[in-house]
Every structure is written in C-alpha cells, then in structure tokens.
C-alpha cells in the first residue's frame, strides 16, 4: 500500500520530474571541505580529514575514510582536533 494520494496527479513529465530533482539535490547538496595540518613554517602539510558540511552539521572522515564523527560545523571539528597542538586549516572545496 502506497503512502502517496492515489489521486494525486504526477508531477510534469519523467524529464520535467528528473530535472526537478536534479534542482532539489543541487539545492540541498552539501559543501566539500578538508581539513589541512600544517608541518613547521610552510615545510609541508597533509590533509587530516575530509568533511560535507550540511545546513546544520559537518560529517567527518579521516585520512584513511573512516567516519571520524558529526560536528556542529567544520569549525567546531577544526577547534576540537587543534586542541592537540596541531596547526589545522579550514579549506572548503566547493564554493
């Protein structure tokens, strides 16, 4: 049984659809970060983790992609693992 209005007429044709779709996930797409340490005075860096930032979170995953936790922001995430002492920057991917 279906949860939908069996009344309820489609909306648009398959392709008029698809691209109201395609609009909604652009619209709610999440923002591509990492998270760079830095070595010594400009010698060398890596990326530390990499993130999606949502409206109102940020997921994390390591270097090695593993889920490392949900953050309230990439800043929050940044200011948590610097506490260690590490020198850590905030590089967003997607404009």
Same mark, same amino acid.
């Given at each position: 049984?279906?949860?939908? #209005?069996?009344?309820? !007429? ?15 996930a652009?619209a709610? !797409? ?10 010594? #005075? ?25 889920l ?13 693992? !610097? ?10 991917? #997607?404009?």
């Open positions: 049984m279906s949860m939908l #209005d069996p009344v309820t !007429a489609p909306l648009g044709t398959q392709e008029e659809f698809h691209l109201m779709l395609v609009e909604l652009n709610c !797409a999440p923002r591509r970060f990492a998270i760079c340490e830095e070595h010594g #005075d400009r010698i060398d860096g890596r990326v530390f983790a990499w993130g999606l930032a949502f409206e109102d979170s940020a997921l994390l995953c390591d270097d090695e992609q593993a490392t936790g949900r953050f309230r922001s990439p800043d929050s995430a940044v200011r948590l693992f !610097a506490r260690s002492g590490r020198r850590l920057r905030l590089i967003w991917i #997607d404009e």
